[in-house]
C-alpha cells in the first residue's frame, strides 16, 4: 500500500535509465531536466543509473544536489565486447542496475522510465515494479527508431535474430505491461498503437529550459566568433546524426562562413574529417551550458541534419535561442518546425541542405523573423514548465 504524502501531492519516482558512456544525451538531460521540473507539481526523487561524468553533467545542469545514482553493471557487456570483438555496441542492451530509490519503492505512487536502453536496466527497474505492485509509466524516447536499430548498428544476420526474438521480445513486454506510455511525436504514438492496440497512451515531447544562461565575461571570451555568418551544429558526433551530410553541404556552400560544431565524438572517423575541410570548421567537443547557450544565440543558423532522431531538443535548444533552423523531415521534427521557424529538407540529400543554409543566409529579415517565431513557439508549447503540468495531470488519471 503507498504511503499518503502529507501535503497531498502524488509521489513519484523518476528513473533514467542510460548507458554509463552516453550520460551527455538528449534523452538522459531530457529525463533529468523534467524531474527538476515535475518537482513544483509532485513529490518526485530521480534517480539515474550511474557512469564516470555524472558530478560534471549534474554540476553543468545545476542539480547536483536532486539526483540519486543506482549501480551500472557492465560486466556482462565488457565480458562480450572482448569475446566477440564487437564494434556495433550491440551488447549495450545487457547493461543492467538495481533499483535503489532515496526511499522504498512502496512510498511512491507510480514510477516513471526514461529510456529503452540499455535494455537490461529498463526490464530491472520495471520487474522491481511488477514485484512490489507499482505502476509504471515509460517515456519511449524514441520506439519509432527501435526497429532501424539493426540497419543502423550494421547487424549480421545472426544478431537480427538475437534483437529481434531477445531485445524487441522483452522491450514489448516492459511496455506492454506499463499503465501508461509517453510518445514524445505523434509518429512515435502511432507505432506504439500499432504495436499495442489496446495501450493507454498520450504525446508528451521533450521541454526546453527557458531560462538560459546569461551572459558572462569568461563565457564571451570563449564565443569570439568571426565577421562572417555562423553556423552551429550541436549533436553526437556520428553518422545518425548526419555528420557525412553536414560536412559535404559545407563544402558546396555559396557562402563565406564559419561551422562550429559542438558534441561527443562517438565515431572517430569524422576527427580527421572535420580537422581537414576548412579553416572556417572548427569543432569543440563538449561544451558546458553557459557556453553551449551562448553559442546558440550568437550563431546566425542552427544547422542538424539529422538522419534519425525522434524529437531532438538540440533544435527546440536553438529556437528557444532565438535562432531559426535548417534540419530534415525525420521524426517529430516537422511538429517541432513548422515553415514559419525554419527550413526542413529530406535526409541524406547534401546538396539540397546546402540550397537550404544559402538561400536562409540570403535572407537577414527572414531569419531574423524565423527566430522570433520559433523562440514564442518554444515558449508556447515546450517549456519543462508546461511538459511538467501535463504529466502530473496524466499522472493523476493513473492512480485513480
Known amino acids: 500500500m503507498t504511503a499518503e504524502p502529507l501535503d497531498g501531492r502524488i509521489s513519484v519516482l523518476n528513473v533514467v535509465v542510460t548507458i554509463p558512456e552516453a550520460h551527455v544525451g538528449g534523452a538522459e ?7 527538476d521540473a515535475l518537482a513544483a507539481h509532485a513529490n518526485v526523487d530521480t534517480v539515474m543509473m550511474e557512469g564516470k561524468d555524472d558530478a560534471d553533467l549534474f554540476a553543468d545542469l545545476g542539480l547536483s544536489e536532486s539526483i540519486a545514482s543506482i549501480p551500472s553493471y ?14 556495433n555496441n550491440i551488447w549495450n542492451v545487457l547493461i543492467g542496475t538495481r533499483l ?3 526511499k522504498p519503492l512502496s512510498d511512491y505512487d507510480l514510477v516513471h522510465i526514461h529510456n529503452p536502453v540499455p535494455l537490461a536496466g529498463m526490464v530491472s527497474v520495471a520487474l522491481h515494479c511488477r514485484i512490489k505492485g507499482i505502476p509504471y509509466c515509460v517515456t519511449t524516447h ?16 545472426g544478431q537480427r535474430i538475437v534483437f529481434n ?24 504514438q502511432d507505432t506504439i498503437t500499432e504495436w499495442f492496440s489496446d495501450q493507454s497512451v498520450s504525446v508528451l515531447p521533450n521541454g526546453v529550459d527557458l531560462n538560459v544562461s546569461p551572459e558572462a565575461p569568461e563565457v564571451d571570451t570563449k ?10 551544429f550541436v549533436g553526437r558526433i556520428m553518422a545518425s546524426k548526419g555528420v557525412d551530410d553536414l560536412l559535404e553541404a559545407f563544402s558546396l556552400l555559396e557562402h563565406d562562413c564559419k561551422l562550429i560544431i ?4 562517438r ?5 580527421d574529417q572535420i580537422h581537414t575541410l576548412s579553416d572556417d570548421v572548427e569543432y569543440r567537443g563538449y561544451v558546458e551550458q553557459a557556453e553551449l547557450d551562448a553559442l546558440y544565440r550568437r550563431a546566425d543558423l542552427f544547422v542538424f541534419p539529422t538522419r534519425s532522431d525522434v524529437f531532438p531538443l538540440v533544435t527546440l535548444e536553438a529556437m528557444a535561442a532565438g535562432t531559426p533552423v535548417v534540419s530534415t523531415t525525420v521524426g517529430g521534427l516537422p511538429e517541432q518546425i513548422p515553415d514559419q521557424v525554419g527550413r526542413l529538407v529530406p535526409p541524406k540529400e547534401p546538396k539540397t541542405f546546402a540550397a537550404a543554409v544559402d538561400g536562409m543566409l540570403s535572407n537577414e529579415q527572414l531569419r531574423t523573423e524565423m527566430g522570433r517565431a520559433g523562440k514564442s513557439l518554444v515558449e508556447e508549447r515546450y517549456s519543462w514548465e508546461a511538459v511538467a503540468k501535463a504529466a502530473v495531470t496524466e499522472y493523476y488519471r493513473i492512480v485513480n
Open 100 to 102: 535503489t530509490p532515496p
Open 223 to 232: 564565443v569570439d566568433l568571426p565577421d562572417k555568418p555562423v553556423l552551429l
Open 74 to 87: 557492465t560486466f556482462i557487456r565488457d565480458g562480450l565486447n572482448r569475446i566477440f570483438a564487437s564494434s
Open 142 to 157: 524514441g520506439i519509432s527508431k527501435v526497429p532501424k536499430i539493426p540497419e543502423e548498428l550494421g547487424l549480421s544476420r
Open 29 to 35: 538531460r531530457a529525463g533529468l531536466r523534467f524531474g
Open 267 to 271: 565515431d572517430e572517423h569524422f576527427k
Open 262 to 265: 559542438v558534441g561527443p565524438m
Open 165 to 188: 526474438h531477445g531485445f524487441l521480445r522483452a522491450y514489448k513486454n516492459v511496455l506492454s505491461n506499463a499503465t501508461h506510455l509517453f510518445a514524445l511525436s505523434e509518429g512515435d
